[in-house]
């Protein structure tokens, strides 16, 4: 039961990017799921959510309109585009398992 993020990387400002979260075993049904994001010196924060569904999501404030979770249940796959990145998004990203199953991040970093 584990959870895999990738496609971080470096990118600059303005760029998009996609982040991938992929499950192995049983593990999305029948749960919501979620990226948070660390970045250098601050504390883990909440970026996105999705039910299990797809139907709902979720987004902080700041967040909005810039990134869009969604999930492949078939394929137990999770995604978060981002989209106009700015340097302030530079992190570790976190895929989730709601409530309690982590992945390891997958870094982000954009340059101005």
């Known amino acids: 039961v584990q959870l895999q993020a990738s496609g971080g990387g470096l990118v600059q400002a303005g760029d998009s990017l996609r982040l991938s979260c992929a499950a192995s075993g049983r593990t999305f049904s029948p749960h919501g799921m979620g990226w948070f994001r660390q970045a250098p010196g601050k504390e883990r924060e909440f970026a996105a959510a999705?039910?299990?569904?797809?139907?709902?999501?979720y987004y902080p404030d700041s967040l909005k309109g810039r990134f869009t979770i969604s999930r492949d249940n078939p394929k137990n796959t999770m995604y978060l585009q981002m989209n106009n990145v700015k340097p302030e998004d530079t992190a570790v990203y976190y895929c989730?398992?709601?409530?309690?199953?982590w992945g390891q991040g997958t870094q982000v970093t954009v340059s101005s």
């Open positions: 989730v398992r709601i409530p309690d199953l």
């Open positions: 999705v039910s299990w569904s797809g139907g709902s999501t």
